[in-house]
């Protein structure tokens, strides 16, 4: 199996003088492709950090990145952006799905910044929906939807570009127990059945249960890296 | 991402926001109705000039006695009396005059069929007609015959007709009195209607000025010379010549100021003219100032619009948006605000100069240039106005964008 990222000493410090902050303190980590992570660790640990810099959203101030063997240390933020729209998927705690714009929009969105032509932006974003389980909702709009159910489409938003890797930041963090549940059923089915390497930052236990792999954060550096044997379906919920 | 599909999520976003998009419109829209508005009134006002002035006669030039001192402000002492018929003789030899006619003015009480009814006589010469433009109704104008032989002739204007025989339209052979001179109706003048200082024009009656000098008023001069220049080019060099021809003909000689002074009417039309041209200018201040007002307003509310949907921007960024694509689509949108507004305001102002033209009688058009010009420049507008708000958003940082509540 070839590394999906690859990274190697990273550091991310914001500010200077007494405001200074180390976010990231040296990390180096590879995930392959089909791997299932999440992040786990105290608030402030960096993990929202760790998952910025992966998803190029943000550039590390020091160390080595590799997005499949690509070096994006030196890429400008225009090559950035077309590596998001290509080979990256975002899952956000909110959502983010674009206000009063239907489903199958808000699907299609990462395939117009990528060149897709219309007619097959639709089909993608159709399959796509249906591999989250909700293409009856294709022309509904946000509002009209419960939080698992917005999620769900985010997750058809993040999948439509057949990503290398998707990235989650606390996707269940605004959700309640039983959703959260079931979009951590979603999102192992999803690894398990379609292979989809999966990065996700999370605080709560039972959620980074559902990962093969566990990277516990402490202090901008990663305090322990273990597998983990998926309880799928058979998760005590503690909450 | 496409043009078309950057004018689609531009339209789809102003939508969204219907009511507020087109408030932030009417700025442009006012601006460019008024634009529209000035330039068809102004048009309008330059088509009615040239139509009087064609009115009043073919490139008309008139000499008038007395000098004129400031202001168009004639001179009177002894000098009306300085015009003759044979100065009207000298200037038909001139090149470049087509015809000449004294003119011999005198207000008088004329009765007729069993009416009477105060008008203006004037004493003319048979070129009146060709230099006031001027064709029957009815009968013909007299000759040079009924010049040389004092007839008693008269041809009258179609307000006379109406008020000294109202049964009759063209009472040609009738018989009137003018200031107690028998003279006979040989013609009646077409309607020319209001003159642009709202004489009515038709209030006349014409007879050869010979007769008028000799039956009428006793008078030696004329009140008027009428000259029609060949064409509207030759209007400067016969005014310059007929002047030094009057000069040396009353033996003036410089600096003794003129007994005579000449009047060309594309002068005054001009003159007017470029009085409308200059309430068209300030028309045009007027309008373009709401045209930047109305691009402030669209750059502030790009700018509410950029701060609103800064998680929108941010989750574009994160899907692979560059920030040129940010920017465009921010630029396209306040552009079609900007272009939508100019496209209603041409409506509006095409519907405001209808209704204009139709209270005021007032012959406007709505040109194509000033609806071009005007959708163009609202079209700029709106790109130099959005400019700023877009490149701000296009400058967000995705993290701190999504982050945004
Ligand atoms: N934009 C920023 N400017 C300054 N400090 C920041 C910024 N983003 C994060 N930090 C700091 O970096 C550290 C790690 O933050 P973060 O990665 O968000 O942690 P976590 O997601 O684990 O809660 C924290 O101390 C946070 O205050
Ligand atoms: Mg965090």
């Known amino acids: 199996m070839s590394a999906v990222v690859e990274v190697h000493d990273l550091a991310k410090i914001y500010g200077s003088g007494p405001s200074r902050t180390i976010a990231l303190d040296g990390v180096s980590a590879s995930f392959e492709s089909g791997d299932f992570v999440a992040v786990v660790g105290a608030s402030g640990s960096g993990k929202s950090t760790f998952l910025h810099v992966i998803g190029l959203l943000d550039r590390p101030t020091s160390g080595k990145y590799l997005l499949e063997q690509h070096d994006v240390q030196t890429m400008t933020s225009d090559e950035l952006a077309d590596l998001r729209s290509k080979k990256l998927g975002f899952v956000f705690q909110s959502y983010n799905l674009l206000p009063r714009t239907d489903a199958l929009e808000n699907v299609e969105l990462p395939l117009a910044y990528s060149g897709v032509p219309q007619r097959q932006r639709e089909k993608a974003a159709r399959s796509a929906l249906s591999m989250v389980g909700v293409e009856a909702l294709a022309r509904h709009l946000p509002n009209q939807l419960s939080g698992g159910q917005q999620q769900r489409i985010a997750i058809a938003r993040a999948l439509v570009n057949n990503p290398s890797l998707i990235l989650a930041d606390e996707p269940t963090g605004a959700l309640d127990t039983k959703s959260s549940h079931e979009i951590m059923e979603l999102l192992s089915e999803l690894n398990r059945e379609h292979k989809i390497t999966i990065l996700l930052v999370t605080h709560e236990r039972d959620i980074a249960a559902y990962a093969r792999r566990i990277l516990t954060f402490r202090d901008g550096r990663i305090e322990s890296d273990v597998s983990n044997t998926p309880e799928t379906g058979a998760v005590t919920v503690d909450a | 991402m496409s043009l078309r599909g950057i004018i689609d999520v531009a339209l789809r976003a102003l939508e969204r926001n219907a009511s507020r998009s087109l408030l932030t419109m009417l700025g442009i829209i006012i601006g460019v109705a008024a634009v529209i508005t000035t330039v068809a ?10 139509q009087q002035i064609a009115n009043l006669g073919s490139n008309l030039i008139i000499v008038l006695p007395g000098a004129v001192i400031t202001s168009g402000v004639r001179s009177g002492t002894g000098a009306a009396s300085s015009l003759t018929p044979h100065d009207g003789l000298a200037i038909a030899q001139l090149p470049g005059v087509a015809a000449v006619t004294p003119v011999v003015t005198e207000h008088a009480q004329v009765v007729g069929g069993g009416n009477n009814w105060n008008t203006l006589i004037q004493g003319v010469a048979p070129t009146y007609a060709y230099v006031r433009a001027w064709d029957m109704l009815a009968g013909t104008f007299f000759t040079q015959h009924d010049m040389d032989t004092l007839a008693k002739v008269c041809i009258l204007g179609t307000t006379v007709v109406t008020n000294l025989f109202p049964d009759d339209p063209s009472p040609l052979g009738e018989s009137v009195l ?43 001069y004329v009140n008027a010379l009428m000259i029609s220049a060949v064409s509207g080019n030759a209007i400067d060099e016969v005014q310059n010549e007929l002047t030094s021809l009057l000069e040396q003909r009353h033996r003036i000689v410089p600096p003794q100021p003129d007994d005579f002074s000449v009047r060309n009417l594309q002068d005054i039309a001009n003159t007017a003219t470029a009085t409308a ?4 200018l300030l028309l045009a201040g007027v309008a373009a100032v709401s045209l930047v007002v109305g691009g402030i307003g669209i750059m502030n509310i790009m700018l509410v619009s950029v701060t609103e949907r800064t998680r929108e921007i941010g989750l574009r960024m994160a899907v692979g948006a560059r920030s040129r694509a940010i920017l465009e689509q921010f630029l396209v949108e306040a552009a079609v605000l900007s272009t939508g507004g100019g496209i209603i305001g041409v409506i509006v102002g095409a519907i405001v100069t209808v209704v204009a033209t139709l209270l005021a009688r007032w012959p406007m058009s709505v040109s194509a240039e000033a609806v071009i010009a005007s959708v163009l420049f609202s079209a700029l507008v709106g790109v130099f106005f959005g400019y700023y708000p877009a490149l701000k958003a296009s400058r967000l940082d995705p993290i701190e964008a999504l982050r945004f509540e």
Do not use: C, E, H, W
């Open chain 2, 41 to 50: 009134i102004g048009s309008g006002a330059r088509v009615l000039v040239q």
């Open chain 2, 277 to 280: 041209q200059i309430m068209q």
């Open chain 2, 178 to 220: 003018i200031g107690n001179v028998p003279f006979t109706v040989i013609g009646v003048l077409q309607s020319k209607g209001q003159s642009s200082f709202g004489q009515d024009q038709d209030d006349i009656v014409l007879i050869p000025y010979t007769s008028a000098m000799n039956r009428l008023t006793g008078q030696t």
